[in-house]
């Protein structure tokens, strides 16, 4: 049985709403999709108003609704702004509670990150993370609010694209410990350059704690300017990367098929790093993690003990070996997300792949302002580097790509996912690896579902 999250007093006096009937409530929801019975309903203005919803929520076992009509029947808290009142939640439960705050953001990695520093920490002690990546405004709030009280740490993923966002999701953690995992051109849609996302990326130390701790990369060309503005709030800074003087000191990276290993020098001792992951990148991501672990007080060989038994998560690097229309294949899921560093990072994985052949299903990478085509056609250098014989593009961007490559690596152009699933059939051969990457909005996720669903026995469309 749940324990209770919030009771229908706890939750008048933290929102100064007006609660309405005695209820407890075992969780917060903001879908009546995936709301689970004892639930709070929590309605938000979007696309659609939520207050529609509350007649499902109720009938899908909340145990109260949140709502800023005052006729609302009992049981209810009565509010005048619904986000806010999940903020005003969020605040309680960071106030009542003595956990160690940590916030991750960055332009590449951030999901990963959370989830590797999450499994570290559940190591040594009650755990609350972010789910999926819920990540901005509603997502940090809706996060925090429902951190029981007996947590001893909290890992929050703090995401932005525009100037002022990271202040204000900052103000409502307060972490202990902030992270920038790196920056990279990503939203530049909405900024002038990577100097700007830079500054807006550094908003995250606005409302760090008293005594907090900066956890940042050390290789990173705005390492200094990221470490000014931590210091400007006295905090403590512990940096990671291969550069000397790093806190936590990358020696001899190493990277093979599924697997990444190096050293970490460490205070003057050497500690063996090795991470089940496909890509050199992780080692930096494992890195950082060590490195926020012990700002939260965990030893470096607790960490490491940890992230030698870490997974890559489903779209983000996880690997599946499939097999499609009788053909054996190995597919590498990173079809959540993608910028132009990312996307290099999971082209370089596929070096070290021995395959009969590397194929690559690339999807457009969005919100990259007046120059993302050069940036979608400069993936020509890296995808030749890595050995891959054919790329499948899905969007109008990846044709600039498909132009800057040699012809015989020009695969089919797809409008979506699934013209893009049809052109892969006709592609593979036995013993391919198989790079799916792209923005989210291009859907590539769901062929990666389609192919999941075949390994299954489902009906699909393969």
Same mark, same amino acid.
């Given at each position: ?256 098929? #599924? ?6 020098? =460490?205070? #003057? ?28 007080? =965990? ?59 590397? =194929? ?50 020009? #695969? ?35 062929? =990666? ?7 299954? #026995? ?5």
């Amino acid at each position: 049985m749940s324990s209770v999250l919030w009771t229908s007093d706890e939750a008048e006096k933290a929102t100064g709403g007006e609660a309405r009937g005695d209820w407890n409530a075992t969780g917060l929801s903001i879908d009546t999709r995936s709301l689970v019975w004892g639930d709070l309903f929590v309605p938000l203005k979007d696309q659609r108003d939520g207050h529609d919803f509350i007649p499902q929520a109720r009938a899908a076992g909340a145990c109260a609704v949140i709502s800023e009509n005052n006729d609302e029947l009992s049981p209810a808290l009565i509010v005048k702004d619904s986000l806010q009142a999940m903020r005003d939640l969020a605040q309680a439960a960071r106030n009542r509670s003595h956990a160690k705050r940590i916030a991750v953001t960055g332009s590449v990695g951030k999901t990963s990150l959370k989830e590797a520093l999450a499994a570290i920490c559940a190591t040594a002690g009650a755990t609350h993370k972010s789910q999926k990546s819920y990540n901005n405004h509603w997502g940090v709030p809706l996060t925090l609010a429902t951190m029981p009280p007996q947590t001893e740490f909290g890992v929050f993923e703090l995401g932005m694209n525009h100037a002022g966002e990271l202040s204000d999701l900052s103000s409502v953690v307060e972490p202990d410990i902030a992270i920038i995992t790196k920056i990279a051109p990503a939203h530049l849609a909405h900024f002038e350059n990577v100097d700007a996302i830079a500054a807006a990326k550094s908003e995250i130390f606005d409302e760090l704690a008293e005594g907090g701790v900066a956890i940042l990369n050390a290789d990173d060309r705005f390492f200094e300017f990221l470490k000014s503005r931590a210091e400007q709030r006295q905090a403590k800074i512990v940096s990671f990367g291969a550069v000397d003087g790093a806190d936590v000191k990358i020696v001899d990276p190493q990277s093979r098929a #599924g697997q990444v290993n190096a050293s970490l020098e =460490i205070a #003057g001792e050497t500690h063996q790093l090795t991470v089940p992951i496909d890509g050199e990148h992780w080692i930096s991501n494992a890195a950082c993690a060590v490195a926020a672990a012990m700002a939260a007080g =965990i030893e470096p060989a607790v960490s490491l003990k940890a992230l030698a038994c870490f997974r890559a998560l489903p779209g983000r690097g996880d690997v599946i070996d499939a097999r499609v229309d009788g053909k054996v294949i190995s597919l590498i899921d990173e079809s959540y997300n993608a910028n132009p560093e990312s996307m290099r990072a999971a082209i370089a994985s596929l070096q070290t792949r021995a395959a009969n052949r590397k =194929i690559a299903i690339l999807g457009d990478m969005f919100e990259l302002g007046r120059d993302e085509l050069d940036m979608h056609a400069a993936l020509a250098d890296p995808l030749q580097s890595a050995g891959v014989a054919r790329v499948i593009f899905v969007g109008e961007c990846m044709r600039a790509l498909k132009g800057a490559l040699p012809r015989e690596m020009r #695969g089919p152009w797809a409008r979506d996912w699934e013209a893009a699933l049809a052109a892969l059939r006709d592609e593979i051969q036995d013993g391919d690896t198989i790079l799916v990457k792209g923005s989210n909005a291009t859907g590539l996720g769901k062929l =990666i579902a389609e192919i999941r669903k075949l390994q299954k #026995g489902v009906e699909h469309v393969v």
